[in-house]
């Protein structure tokens, strides 16, 4: 079987942006104050706003996981802490690693009122990709391992490549020797 992966990582270009803007912030300031302390203080401050915002703009499209031969292999993205050092520091990520027969279920969750494309545990429903990613988990597998944790992947950025969704599913479920389930999940407001 060869390695399927879903998502994708957090890559090098929010650091350079923000570790540049950072740079540029205090230089501009050093230049017109030659304050070199305040320079410091805001340049860093800048690196840290722009790191910020890119943590929370990632949170809904970010979610990289592999499916090999001897387990899945994932980025937890879930914590806002482990995104926002992802986007300073991309090179200290640490994957996390399970092997199929330590799955005890695995439920697919669809977000609301959003349906699982066809094929995939009965779904047949259309949700017009505009909005798949506006949905703020629209749809992912939660995996409960027998050691108790629930790792939720995210299949929201490969949603249209039903096929493959199968093919994974139905892997886990045979390796695992589990059924999967579906859920509709409700999101709630305020």
Not at 75 to 86: A, G, I, L, P, T
Not at 131 to 153: A, C, K, S
Not at 154 to 160: G, I, K, P, R, V
Request: aromatic letters at 16%; glycine letters at 6%.
């Amino acid at each position: 079987m060869e390695s399927v992966d879903f998502g994708r990582k957090i890559n090098y270009v929010p650091m350079y942006i923000s570790w540049g803007a950072g740079i540029l912030v205090g230089l501009l300031f050093f230049i017109f104050t030659k304050v070199a302390l305040l320079s410091i203080i805001l340049g860093i401050t800048a690196l840290v706003v722009v790191a910020l915002i890119y943590a929370w703009m990632l949170a809904d499209f970010y979610g990289y996981w592999e499916l090999s031969e001897t387990g899945i292999k994932y980025f937890n993205y879930q914590n806002f802490s482990v995104r926002f050092q992802s986007v300073l520091f991309p090179f200290s990520e640490a994957t996390s690693e399970f092997k199929y027969t330590d799955v005890k279920k695995l439920t697919v969750v669809v977000g609301k009122d959003m349906n699982a494309p066809a094929n995939i545990l009965g779904g047949s429903f259309y949700a017009p990709k505009k909005i798949m990613f506006h949905l703020p988990t629209p749809y992912y597998l939660d995996l409960q391992l027998n050691d108790g944790r629930e790792v939720n992947l995210d299949l929201s950025a490969d949603w249209e490549d039903s096929e493959i969704i199968e093919y994974v599913i139905a892997i886990i479920c045979s390796e695992a020797d589990i059924e999967a389930g579906i859920v509709k999940q409700e999101n709630s407001e305020g």
